[in-house]
């Protein structure tokens, strides 16, 4: 949608509007939408399990539908409180000015691209690594992960030196306000460490979440907000008056932080206990390719 809405002045709305971004927005989400269900049904990827989703309802199994519940509550937590973190920082933007918020949610759309491949990474790992768990391989499972470090790693490392090399063309792809621009201009620097460190941070987030450790997962989700990120933020802006610069040091020092933590946990994870309580059947390792 934000690649339509860009080419769209080019050829007959010289003056977008943000209703027109939005109707964009929406007809490439019920695209990608029609998609999603339309394929897999064509495919027929579906037909082995509608019996149970038609027939089998989990209310009937009480101790399955409680160890749902409790984990997507354990999930939800997390999600919401990385919402209430951007927001807060948001607010805090805000503060600073009115060029700064601008400059801030610009800023937000660049690091939201950077960090598009990281995820798409981090959940390919996910799937990899609870598919090698689930057999009762938890070496595979184990290399997976290791394996998926070293490729975002590299790949964000690329991204970081384009962000680096475009520093400029970039920013005034967004802004024509030069004081907006050379906030964005400033920043990039930041954010370039920055989508470094998250690339790190989702592999361990998503690798945590694969092993079904929800719990460690939300604790370390809300450290790094209420511990970490808001409150070097809020001294950033109101007692330095750092401004946009402060706000994205501050979460990406976030996302050092809990990218340590979740990397320790996993690289210091007992593999094979884990793989059992994914399987209670005897772990066999066979010689399977990644």
Request: charged share 15%; aromatic share 12%; glycine share 8%.
């Amino acid at each position: 949608a934000f690649l339509l809405a860009s080419a769209v002045p080019c050829f007959s709305l010289p003056n977008l509007q943000l209703y027109i971004i939005g109707i964009l927005e929406l007809l490439c989400t019920l695209v990608f939408v029609a998609i999603h269900i339309l394929y897999p049904l064509h495919k027929k990827w579906l037909e082995p399990y509608w019996d149970g989703i038609c027939t089998c309802w989990s209310s009937a199994d009480y101790t399955m539908t409680k160890e749902l519940v409790i984990n997507g509550f354990a999930v939800s937590i997390a999600s919401t409180v990385a919402h209430f973190e951007w927001q807060i920082l948001s607010f805090f933007a805000a503060s600073a000015g009115v060029k700064e918020v601008s400059a801030w949610f610009l800023i937000g759309t660049i690091w939201e691209f950077a960090a598009a491949l990281s995820i798409g990474l981090s959940a390919a790992c996910q799937i990899r690594v609870a598919k090698h768990l689930g057999r009762g391989k938890p070496r595979k499972a184990k290399e997976s992960a290791l394996q998926s470090l070293r490729i975002v790693g590299g790949l964000t490392g690329i991204v970081a030196s384009c962000l680096l090399i475009f520093r400029y063309p970039i920013s005034t792809w967004f802004a024509k306000d030069e004081t907006i621009v050379m906030l964005i201009y400033d920043t990039l620097p930041i954010l370039m460490v920055g989508a470094v460190a998250e690339g790190f941070c989702y592999v361990g987030y998503y690798t945590v979440y694969a092993q079904g450790r929800f719990n460690i997962m939300t604790m370390t989700e809300t450290f790094q907000c209420v511990a970490v990120t808001v409150p070097l933020a809020s001294v950033m802006v109101f007692v330095w008056g750092v401004g946009v610069q402060g706000i994205a040091s501050s979460l990406m020092i976030g996302y050092i932080t809990s990218g340590t933590v979740l990397l320790s946990i996993v690289l210091t994870s007992d593999w094979d206990k884990i793989a059992r309580e994914h399987q209670g059947a005897p772990i066999v390792e066979e010689k399977e390719s990644l």
